[in-house]
């Protein structure tokens, strides 16, 4: 995994990304300046089931795998996000997320995305109409 400073690049993806779709310039900037983006080699996990979590990713290049108990559940590729359940209530990640390809993310620390949600209330809205929409869909589709 590599690790590199937030750049133009990222300001220009958060602007693309749904969840922050209803986000002000300046919440954009203020994310911006907080996100670390990381990349992964294909097989590399993001999140491991039953460990705790560090924030919210959002795929900026590639495509990962959403796995519980070692079952494939969804695909996720540029755009998506996974980690808010953790992110959340506090507990464990709920699955495991593994590279299928060379990916690069976004990885929003917990402490800076529960403080952006304090000042955008509608990115809840936003998360929690996604996160019911794949539980809707969960057993009947692997892509998003
Ligand atoms: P979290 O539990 O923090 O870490 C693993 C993430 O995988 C989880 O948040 C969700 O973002 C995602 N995830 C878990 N289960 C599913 C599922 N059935 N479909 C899509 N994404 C999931």
Same mark, same amino acid.
């Given at each position: 995994m590599r690790r590199t400073s937030p750049t133009g690049q990222v300001k220009d993806l958060l602007q693309t990304v749904p969840l922050f779709s209803q986000c002000s310039k300046r919440e954009l900037n203020l994310l911006a300046g907080i996100v670390e983006v990381e990349d992964f080699a294909p097989a590399a996990e993001l999140c491991t089931e039953g460990e705790p979590g560090l924030g919210l990713? #959002? *795929?900026?290049?590639?495509? #990962?795998? *959403? +796995? #519980? +108990?070692? /079952?494939?559940? /969804? +695909?996720?590729?540029v755009g998506a996000f996974f980690g808010e359940i953790a992110l959340l209530d506090g507990g464990p990640r709920s699955a495991t997320v593994v590279a299928t390809t060379d990916v690069r993310a976004m990885l929003i620390p917990a402490w800076s995305f529960n403080a952006t949600l304090k000042a955008d209330p509608s990115l809840a809205t936003t998360m929690l109409k996604e996160v019911c929409r794949r539980v809707r869909t969960s057993d009947s589709s692997l892509s998003s």
């Open positions: 990713y #959002v *795929v900026m290049e590639g495509e #990962v795998e *959403v +796995k #519980v +108990k070692g /079952r494939t559940r /969804r +695909k996720l590729g």
